[in-house]
């Protein structure tokens, strides 16, 4: 028997709970992984609230990042013993996911831990720390550089602006942090912002152009947010979207695009090629230390999963929510 977190819904009554399985409940695939460490990330905490139709089938364990150790195998790439993680692929949507202490899954959803880290490192970064770093490839390989001039993360405290604050001001450029938690401007210049702002210059509807600002951004609000990063984008910039915080609309014109010749790249960390996951793990590597993790991270229990979920939906929690399975 083991520990997880079930979802589950029958006719209109959603609930979600922790209880215990039997390993021959987990689905039949490839793979099955002693989980050590999972995560709290903002579509873990819709899909355990209910307020947005995450879950796509029923009972479902939830959490889109898991670390750990394989038990058992039929995939000759992954033998038992070896230190594995996952971060998207449906997990915790349409397949079960990380909230418990065992998973099952295909070999190819999985990578080896890198180098230099271990289970609970790799779950500090989670989807959220390796979506950052999609989002700082994108602007790297649309020719953004540290010359051309400030960089804006927006939702800078989530667990997403934290790591592109931190990566790109270990990359050498100049971040500006915008928050609705202004108390929290000295974490964000530990983590490397050199300007912190209040996300309400930016959250309300704007003009279709504003004046030329940043060189580009990583954005994970949407909506209006993100309309506003557009249109205060210098010609050439490019802006990274890889959330929607504020909401999923996209309220803008197509002015900056035609006029400044503004660059919006979209990130998905979900269903990414396993090439570029190992790429941008492998920078994540290079980039990680213990003394950034510990700023941007806190470690709950299995148990606090589900309250701590709703506070994070709450705007509660900042940085990264590693949950410790096994305690």
């Known amino acids: 028997m083991f520990k997880a977190i079930v979802i589950d819904k029958v006719d209109d009554n959603y609930t979600v709970k922790e209880t215990e399985l039997a390993e021959q409940d987990l689905p039949q695939e490839e793979v099955v992984v002693d989980v050590e460490f999972s995560t709290l990330n903002f579509k873990d905490g819709l899909a355990i609230s209910g307020k947005s139709p995450v879950v796509r089938k029923f009972p479902m364990v939830p959490g889109i990042d898991f670390a750990g150790t394989v038990s058992k195998s039929t995939n000759p ?33 999985l990578l080896p831990i890198p180098d230099g880290m271990d289970a609970k490192s790799v779950m500090a970064v989670g989807t959220a720390g390796y979506t950052a770093m999609l989002a700082v490839m994108a602007l790297i390989r649309n020719g953004v550089t540290p010359d051309q001039g400030q960089i804006l993360v927006t939702g800078a405290n989530g667990g997403v602006g934290s790591f592109a604050i931190s990566f790109l001001h270990k990359l050498g450029y100049d971040v500006v942090a915008s928050t609705g938690r202004p108390e929290e401007a000295e974490r964000l210049s530990k983590l490397g912002a050199t300007e912190v702002i209040d996300r309400n210059t930016l959250s309300a509807p704007g003009r279709p152009l504003d004046k030329e600002r940043w060189a580009g951004a990583v954005d994970s609000v949407g909506s209006h947010t993100l309309a506003n990063v557009c249109a205060s984008t210098k010609y050439g910039g490019v802006v990274a979207a890889c959330g929607l915080a504020q909401g999923m609309d996209f309220p803008a014109t197509v002015a900056p695009f035609i006029l400044r010749g503004v660059t919006l790249a979209g990130i998905d960390s979900v269903m990414c090629p396993k090439a570029i996951r190992q790429q941008a793990w492998e920078k994540i590597a290079e980039l990680t230390d213990p003394v950034t993790l510990a700023i941007i991270t806190e470690t709950i229990g299995l148990s606090d999963a589900i309250a701590t979920a709703n506070q994070l939906l709450e705007g509660k929690v900042k940085g990264r929510v590693v949950v410790d399975v096994n305690n």
């Open 77 to 109: 790439e992954f033998p038992v013993g070896e230190k594995v993680f996952l971060n998207g692929w449906g997990v915790g949507e349409k397949h079960w996911g990380g909230l418990a202490q065992k998973a099952s899954v295909p070999g190819k959803w």
